[in-house]
């Protein structure tokens, strides 16, 4: 053994995973595990089982998971609910087998009640109703929470948990029909500078307010609550309650965004706010109170991590799925 901490990735190539996998290339004390979907299938019990046996892994980041937008998630709920629960009691189940000392769990922001209190608390789970366009995915996640906690409680096991907020940033999907809010905008007003278009039409009435994180500050969020001591993490949390909010604690109008991304792509057209689309949830907001507690806060500022992810696009535009 080289005396390196072997970390395993879960899901290294997608953007929370991707960015977890920059960040923790800048220890020294870490050896990092990945595999690709052909080198190990996470929704296999046996395959999953034999990855962990055939390697002495200490960490878990469990940052796989099978996502999409409204759409995908109203067409195929099925889907994401199976996959994501197979995932998630093949990869806890393995690493309480062969004795992962801690593993930490993404989940998301949907776990809440569509008309939860604003700023959302972590006490606030299971307080209310889901959003149904998507509630699979949603009890999926809220599963995967208290799978960990079921761990922790009947094994002693040290598995932890992070909601994050709406995420952006490099690797993110730029799709023009499936994508969220942030890389679709980036590609629309990219495209309707290449065009020369003299609008650009966002839905809504640009009113709603939301709240945005960068990727790079999520893993560094996912580091820190990972490697905080056990006395320290435990003390925050309840065995019952045990998973933290990570945001920014700052939320914008759509309407705020869409004039900074305006900004960013060098657009010089007007923005239309088609009003016949619906806005969806007034504010979405989350406390973060315990984390920033815990000794964390975001740092990347939305215009900047905006400027970082737009430069990303340019780069990579060439190769990204049409």
Request: charged fraction near 25%.
């Amino acid at each position: 053994m080289s005396g390196k901490r072997r970390v395993l990735i879960c899901g290294h190539n997608g953007m929370v995973g991707s960015a977890i996998l920059r960040r923790l290339a800048f220890e020294d004390r870490v050896e990092i595990l990945t595999a690709n979907r052909d080198e190990l299938d996470l929704s296999n019990r046996s395959s999953v089982d034999q990855f962990f046996s055939n390697n002495s892994i200490e960490q878990v980041y469990l940052a796989a998971a099978k996502v999409g937008g409204i759409n995908a998630n109203n067409k195929y709920p099925a889907d994401f609910i199976h996959q994501n629960l197979l995932i998630e009691m093949n990869v806890v189940e393995a690493a309480y087998r062969h004795g992962v000392d801690r593993l930490l769990f993404l989940g998301s922001s949907c776990i809440y009640p569509r008309s939860a209190k604003q700023p959302i608390r972590e006490e606030y789970l299971l307080s209310g109703g889901l959003e149904p366009t998507n509630e699979p995915y949603a009890i999926a996640k809220i599963a995967g929470i208290k799978l960990c906690e079921s761990y922790n409680r009947q094994y002693s096991c040290d598995y932890r948990s992070v909601m994050p907020t709406n995420l952006f940033g490099r690797n993110d999907n730029f799709h023009p029909d499936n994508s969220h809010v942030i890389p679709g905008l980036l590609r629309r007003f990219h495209e309707a500078k290449l065009n020369g278009a003299n609008e650009v039409v966002v839905w809504g009435s640009g009113r709603p307010k939301r709240e945005f994180l960068h990727v790079d500050d999520m893993a560094e969020a996912c580091v820190h609550i990972m490697n905080l001591p056990k006395s320290e993490y435990w003390s925050r949390v309840s065995p019952m309650q045990s998973h933290i909010n990570v945001g920014s604690g700052v939320d914008s109008s759509i309407h705020d965004v869409a004039e900074m991304i305006k900004h960013v792509t060098g657009f010089t057209g007007d923005i239309v706010y088609d009003t016949s689309k619906p806005d969806g949830t007034p504010r979405k907001l989350l406390d973060v109170s315990t984390i920033n507690e815990m000794g964390w806060k975001a740092k990347i500022s939305l215009l900047e991590g905006l400027r970082d992810t737009y430069s990303w696009y340019l780069d990579n535009s060439n190769c990204l799925r049409s």
